[in-house]
């Protein structure tokens, strides 16, 4: 923000600075003598207005006031500190300014030496006898230059940013027409100085992450650029880690964008003391690093800094009374062999680095071809899942719950198929995450509903009464719409509402006490909810006394291990027991044997599940099996 600011204000600055010097130079003691004279000044306005680099437009101003005063010769010095460094001086021998340029200023050191020392104007006659010359005649007088003016250069604050110098090869003091000329001259230096300083110092702005200190995006991209055509020059590989905080979206969330400001400060310093003293890191954007290691001698050399960053960034911190154990993921890609151009080698890197999520975080992996094919696979899915409504190329399957008492099936679960005519088929275990975080959840959602509660209606016709469970993501739970979506689908379909459950995961149950008011509002819809995969979360039964849920699914986990481990045996068993207590009904799922079906039966599970009775089917199939009624 207050770089715009500085940018905005030189703007305007320019415009009103540069009237007042169009009046100070036409004001100069002489009228102008010729239309050379209009045009020189107004080429160094020019100069101004266009940005032309401020050295050029120290020569041009040189190069006027001397045309204005044959004979002279004139110099700009700037004041680095309190170095003097050479600014412009075209006519002047190179010999002097190279003499002049890095000498530290002071009382003795030439008129320019002691006008930007004591801030006032320093007038010598004459350079052979005057005692601030000792030292530097001996560059000046073998070159005609005999006697020196000086003009501190000042910013519009007063502050000292160099001197002008003008020279004759007599010894003289200017007349009044030359003292003005004196004036105005550093007066306009002044003023192009400042510009540059202020340039530069917006540059500086632009280049440095505010927060961190480190390097900022806009820097990177051209570090990298130069480092590219270096590298091709000296054939020196590089290599790329593309660093990204894990879960950070959480802690900005939880304990606001402050606390999140003073990790990532903590953090930047961490990489700084995890990477050699020399590395090159930049902050991206939000929670994201780059970090460029050059000279790489061989693999181990990188992954030996790859995990030195997720081992410094892995110490458990306190943010605002809070301890937090951070970490991130890391994406690598090397130079040339990942990618030849800035844009190929962030793209690579990114892949990785989203790699090393999907891998479950807090790691680093190298770049590889095989992750571009992954990567375009997930894209075409993606793309593919977006029109896969539209095409109809989804349907549902159903699975019969088969009631342990009367041995008939009471309830289907609904499962999306989803038969793409090029990818072909592809699991929902595949493609409803992928729909959670393409946004396209909901339409399927509302797409799965409809199909279900409509053939819960076609069945009824049949004379089947049917349960039906639909699966409901726990993206619903953070969407006020989904409650009126429901509502409407229940509307539209005529479904009544006991007989649609909608089974959620125990994570979905735990994560927010919202979640609990939109349990409230599809209990007050009259439908049903079942807890899936229960026990593989970390909700206890207690927590779930305040819900008011109708059914538990043990997951099929504890079906698998059921017959294997007798302590097994006893969780399902007390898992049921509690389930009564609480008045659930309790549901196994995954069932696959019969002695599994016989275990169940005498844990007096209610109803089970599974490939034992029947895998998911479509709905002709149910309604054309007796069997399953009998
Ligand atoms: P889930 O809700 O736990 O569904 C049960 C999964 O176990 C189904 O896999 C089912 O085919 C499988 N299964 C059932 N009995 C047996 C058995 O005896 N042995 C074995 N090995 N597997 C059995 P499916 O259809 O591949 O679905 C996988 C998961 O995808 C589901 O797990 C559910 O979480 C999700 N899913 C499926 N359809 C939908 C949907 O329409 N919406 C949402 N949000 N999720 C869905
Ligand atoms: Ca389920
Ligand atoms: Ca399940």
Same mark, same amino acid.
């Given at each position: ?8 204000k ?8 540069l009237?007042?010097?169009?009046? @100070?130079?036409s ?71 190279? %003499?002049?340029?890095?000498l !530290? ?21 004459? $350079? ?11 560059? %000046?007088?073998p070159h005609g ?29 200017p007349?009044e027409?030359?003292?003005n ?28 992450? @505010?927060?961190t ?21 000296h ?24 606390a ?13 003391? %995890?990477?050699?003293k ?6 991206m954007?939000?929670d ?32 605002l009374?809070?301890?937090?154990t ?31 999520? @999907?891998?479950? !975080? ?27 409504i ?21 309830a289907?679960?609904?499962l ?5 005519p ?11 995450? $992928? %729909? ?33 469970a ?52 599809? !209990? ?23 819900? *008011?849920?109708?059914s ?7 079906i ?20 009564h207590?609480?008045?659930?009904y ?11 079906? *016989? ?13 034992l009775f ?17």
């Open positions: 923000m207050h770089k715009m600011n500085d940018i905005k030189s703007k305007t600055q320019l415009i009103d600075e009237q007042v010097l169009r009046l @100070e130079i004001k100069t003691s002489h009228p102008l003598k010729d239309t050379s004279e209009i045009e020189n000044s107004t080429k160094i306005l020019e100069m101004i207005a266009i940005g032309k680099p401020a050295l050029e437009v120290y020569d041009a101003i040189a190069l006027m006031y001397e045309q204005r005063n044959p004979g002279m010769r004139c110099s700009m010095l700037e004041l680095h500190g309190n170095i003097l460094m050479h600014g412009g001086a075209p006519s002047m021998p190179k010999v002097y300014c190279e %003499a002049v340029h890095g !530290k200023n002071g009382p003795e050191v030439g008129s320019c030496g002691a006008s930007t020392y004591t801030g006032v104007r320093v007038l010598v006659e004459d $350079i052979a006898t005057d005692p601030k010359w000792a030292e530097l005649k001996q560059f %000046a007088l230059l005999r006697s020196c003016w000086s003009e501190p250069i000042k910013n519009s604050k007063g502050l000292v940013l160099g001197a002008f110098g003008m020279y004759h090869n007599y010894p003289a003091l007349n027409s030359e003292s000329d004196l004036k105005s001259a550093a007066r306009l230096a002044g003023f192009v100085m400042e510009r540059d300083h202020d340039q530069k110092h917006i540059r500086k702005l632009a280049y440095t992450d @505010e927060l200190g480190l390097s900022s995006r806009a820097h990177f991209y051209l570090y990298l650029t130069d480092l590219i055509e270096v590298t091709q020059e054939d020196n590989d590089f290599c790329l880690l593309y660093l990204d905080l894990d879960n950070f979206k959480d802690i900005n969330d939880s304990l606001g964008h402050h999140g400001d003073i990790l990532l400060k903590a953090l930047a310093k961490r990489l700084g003391e %995890a990477t050699p020399t590395t090159y890191i930049a902050r954007s939000g994201e690093f780059a970090i460029i290691i050059e000279n790489v001698k061989d693999k181990s050399h990188l992954t030996n800094i790859a995990q030195s960053c997720l081992d410094h960034i892995a110490h458990p911190i306190n943010i009374d809070r301890k937090i951070p970490s991130c993921s890391i994406g690598i890609a090397c130079y040339p062999s990942d990618g030849k151009d800035l844009t190929a080698l962030l793209k690579v890197s990114d892949i990785s680095l989203y790699e090393a999520k @999907e891998r479950g !975080k807090n790691q680093y992996v190298f770049y590889k071809k095989e992750l571009t094919q992954k990567v375009e696979y997930r894209f075409q899915i993606e793309h593919a899942l977006k029109e896969a539209e095409n109809k190329e989804l349907s549902l399957v159903y699975q019969p719950q088969i009631d342990v008492r009367t041995g008939k099936i009471i289907v679960e609904a999306s198929r989803w038969h793409h090029q990818l072909g088929h592809i699991t929902p275990s595949e493609f409803i995450p $992928i %729909a959670e975080r393409i946004g396209m959840i909901k339409p399927l959602t509302d797409w799965v509903l409809n199909t279900a509660c409509r053939q819960v209606i076609e069945w009824q016709k049949e004379g089947l009464l049917l349960r039906m639909v699966n409901i993501s726990p993206k619903h739970f953070i969407d006020k719409d989904f409650v009126p979506m429901v509502q409407r689908i229940l509307n539209e379909t005529g479904m009544i509402p006991g007989q649609l459950e909608l089974e959620v995961t125990e994570s979905t149950v735990q994560t927010d006490p919202k979640n609990l008011k939109i349990f409230q509002a599809l !209990k007050d819809l009259g439908i049903l909810l079942a807890i899936d995969d229960f026990g593989t979360g970390y909700s206890s039964l207690a927590s779930l006394n305040h819900l *008011n849920v109708d538990l699914k043990i997951d099929k986990y504890f698998d291990d059921l017959l294997l481990n007798n302590k097994t045996k006893l969780l399902v068993g007390s898992m049921i027991k509690m389930g207590n609480l008045d659930y309790v549901v196994a799922e995954g069932v696959e044997t019969l002695e599994q079906y *016989n275990t169940l039966k005498k844990l007096r599970c209610d109803a089970i599940q599974g490939y029947s895998k998911p089917v479509t709905a002709d199939i149910i309604s054309k099996t007796p069997s399953y009624f009998k």
